[in-house]
């Protein structure tokens, strides 16, 4: 058990449609990682929040969004859902400052999203 | 160019034997940072080992093990002992720039991964 926790596990949408994607990052850990893994694209790194402010951005669509709360856990938020958009999206958590911060990096389980 | 380069799409061991995943990485950062991770049928990643660019010494994690050659800019996985357990997916990722550049984002780059299945 990575101590991430991502809800849901499993989820089935329509096209069009908008899903809110949930992670709890590990005790004490203040930035958040959301990655997409697609058959094509492979795993991606799409944006990193640090302790509720953004810190850096990848190839996030414009369609999708995220935020992180005063109890640092984080929403991705992804809407007009398209079928392409059907991957595994991952949480992960580090500290993100300090001695540890970048060799320690916990992913949780991940969501899946399939869009029909 | 890409980052990370896994040349085996697959693999293939005897359960017991050792084996070795290649992986070899591409940054002009003198500061960077090597992880491998699993990611079994279930779809879960699972954190392996890590090994940083100024680290002297080769990591090791138990069975696990990675062959940092800085030169070669290689960092090969090497699995002790393998079991069914094993088999799995395997990704090499880079995390570049400095450990203690206070709040650093952290991001990492992934390879494709190596599938790799342990015969019993």
């Known amino acids: 058990d990575s101590g991430v926790t991502q809800t849901p596990k499993h989820l089935i949408t329509a096209t069009g449609q908008r899903v809110t994607l949930r992670c709890s990052p590990r005790s004490g850990d203040l930035s958040v990682y959301w990655y997409q893994q697609s058959l094509d694209q492979g795993l991606q790194f799409l944006i990193q929040?640090?302790?509720?402010?953004?810190?850096a951005k990848g190839n996030i669509l414009e369609r999708f969004s995220a935020q992180q709360f005063p109890d640092l856990h984080s929403e991705l938020n992804l809407s007009s859902l398209e079928l392409g958009d059907s991957a595994l999206y991952f949480c992960a958590s580090s500290v993100g400052e300090g001695e540890s911060a970048g060799n320690t990096i916990y992913f949780g389980e991940g969501s899946w999203l399939t869009v029909v | 160019a890409q980052k990370i380069t896994q040349t085996q799409p697959g693999m293939f061991v005897q359960e017991k034997e050792a084996v070795t995943l290649d992986c070899t990485y591409d940054t002009s950062d003198p500061s960077y940072g090597l992880f491998w991770y699993k990611q079994p049928s279930s779809g879960e990643m699972i954190f392996l080992i890590y090994q940083g660019s100024y680290d002297q010494q080769n990591a090791t994690e138990g069975r696990y093990s990675l062959n940092f050659q800085k030169a070669r800019k290689s960092a090969n996985l090497v699995i002790s002992a393998s079991q069914l357990g094993d088999s799995a997916m395997y990704f090499c990722?880079?995390?570049?720039?400095?450990?203690?550049?206070?709040?650093?984002?952290?991001?990492?780059?992934f390879g494709k991964g190596t599938k790799l299945s342990v015969i019993p």
């Open positions: 929040y640090y302790n509720g402010e953004e810190r």
């Open positions: 990722a880079m995390r570049e720039g400095p450990r203690y550049s206070g709040a650093g984002s952290y991001q990492l780059t």
